[in-house]
């Protein structure tokens, strides 16, 4: 049975521009490895391509992929249907396209819903963590309006006659924070992805400049700027509390510290000479070594601490 559904080069070059051309063949976290054009089937150890050959690598991968939507697909589809399916299904993987929304949608026969569904695949694992990634958000714009574009030409919706509403269906659509801009180098041994920078988010518009929320994979909390970034929050979301005594700083505390063991050194110097036996003096010696040696620790830790300023 001849196939009813033929990616064209307009799928190939739509995934040439975002799968990014890499020479040489680097590894996978998961131990596989990648070359070319996104092409993982026969990528191995040393391998090296040019962009013609990987262009035949992709149209190779493309035919798994029209595959699927033969046997999957049950609706007509026209030509920009078909391709920008195929860059969709290239790109999140046959068993995802099977359990998935779009291709429930596609088969309903509902396929201005499906390329709405399309757009919701625009999230990845970078660095462990779910982040909503600004290439997936484009990449599926591109290919929901490929999808959406009808070989014949648009109808007209004029305007003064069709006057656009907020659709409030779908607002959950948006993301809550910013899409991340991921940098994913396309040379090197390794095939890795990072975020560029970091995630912002506004607690209280009044605050300047803007809070940075910290990755899961970013340093802890341990110095006085982040110290101060949570008493901000805390007086934005707090204010009749935020006029309460501060404990006594770190400081101080080495100061009293410091302070105890010298006491006891210099009492243990000047009690030693009445001591009337050995016992009496080995005690005041030892409570004048713990005295140094707090003293000491005390004088090291404000010094440390300056340094570190």
Same mark, same amino acid.
């Given at each position: 049975?001849?196939?009813?559904?033929?990616?064209?080069?307009?799928?190939?070059?739509?995934?040439?521009?975002? +799968?990014?051309?890499?020479?040489?063949?680097?590894?996978?976290?998961?131990?596989?490895?990648?070359?070319?054009?996104?092409?993982?089937?026969?990528?191995?150890?040393?391998? /090296?391509?040019?962009?013609?050959? !990987?262009?035949?690598?992709?149209?190779?991968?493309?035919?798994?992929?029209?595959?699927?939507? #033969?046997?999957?697909?049950?609706?007509?589809?026209?030509? #920009?249907?078909?391709?920008?399916? *195929?860059?969709?299904?290239?790109?999140?993987?046959?068993?995802?396209?099977?359990?998935?929304?779009?291709?429930?949608?596609?088969?309903?026969?509902?396929?201005?819903?499906? *390329?709405?569904?399309?757009?919701?695949?625009?999230?990845? +694992?970078?660095?462990?963590?779910?982040?909503?990634?600004?290439?997936?958000?484009?990449?599926?714009?591109? +290919?929901?309006?490929?999808?959406?574009?009808?070989?014949?030409?648009?109808?007209?919706?004029?305007?003064?006659?069709?006057?656009?509403?907020?659709? +409030?269906?779908?607002?959950?659509?948006?993301?809550? &924070?910013?899409?991340?801009?991921? #940098? *994913?180098?396309?040379?090197? /041994?390794?095939?890795?992805? /990072?975020?560029?920078?970091?995630? &912002?988010?506004?607690?209280?518009?009044?605050?300047?400049?803007?809070?940075?929320?910290?990755?899961?994979?970013?340093?802890?909390?341990? &110095?006085?700027?982040?110290?101060?970034?949570? #008493?901000?929050?805390?007086?934005?979301?707090?204010?009749?509390?935020?006029?309460? /005594?501060?404990?006594?700083?770190?400081?101080?505390?080495?100061?009293?510290?410091?302070?105890?063991?010298?006491?006891?050194?210099?009492?243990?110097?000047?009690?030693?000479?009445?001591?009337?036996?050995?016992? !009496?003096?080995?005690?005041?010696?030892?409570?004048?070594?713990?005295?140094?040696?707090?003293?000491?620790?005390?004088?090291?830790?404000?010094?440390?601490?300056?340094?570190?300023?």
């Amino acid at each position: 049975m001849p196939s009813r559904i033929h990616v064209s080069k307009v799928a190939v070059e739509h995934l040439k521009r975002f +799968e990014g051309f890499r020479a040489q063949a680097a590894r996978l976290a998961d131990g596989r490895w990648t070359i070319g054009y996104g092409h993982t089937r026969s990528a191995r150890e040393g391998a /090296e391509v040019g962009e013609k050959d !990987a262009e035949a690598l992709l149209i190779y991968d493309l035919m798994a992929v029209e595959k699927a939507l #033969n046997d999957q697909v049950f609706t007509p589809l026209n030509q #920009n249907q078909a391709d920008a399916l *195929a860059a969709f299904v290239f790109n999140i993987g046959v068993e995802a396209f099977e359990g998935s929304a779009v291709l429930r949608r596609v088969n309903e026969g509902a396929l201005l819903q499906a *390329a709405s569904e399309m757009e919701l695949w625009r999230s990845a +694992e970078v660095g462990g963590d779910p982040l909503v990634v600004d290439g997936l958000v484009r990449r599926r714009a591109l +290919e929901a309006a490929l999808f959406l574009t009808p070989p014949d030409g648009f109808a007209p919706a004029p305007t003064p006659v069709v006057r656009p509403q907020l659709d +409030e269906d779908r607002l959950g659509v948006v993301p809550r &924070t910013a899409p991340l801009p991921v #940098n *994913a180098r396309l040379d090197g /041994e390794w095939a890795s992805a /990072e975020v560029e920078r970091p995630l &912002t988010k506004i607690v209280d518009p009044s605050l300047e400049p803007p809070l940075v929320v910290p990755l899961a994979n970013s340093r802890p909390l341990r &110095t006085e700027e982040d110290l101060a970034w949570l #008493n901000r929050i805390a007086r934005a979301v707090q204010p009749d509390t935020a006029e309460k /005594e501060a404990p006594l700083k770190l400081p101080v505390r080495l100061l009293l510290f410091g302070g105890v063991g010298l006491l006891l050194f210099l009492a243990a110097i000047f009690y030693a000479p009445q001591a009337p036996d050995g016992a !009496a003096a080995a005690a005041r010696g030892i409570f004048g070594l713990i005295g140094l040696v707090m003293a000491c620790v005390a004088v090291f830790r404000l010094l440390d601490g300056q340094a570190r300023d």
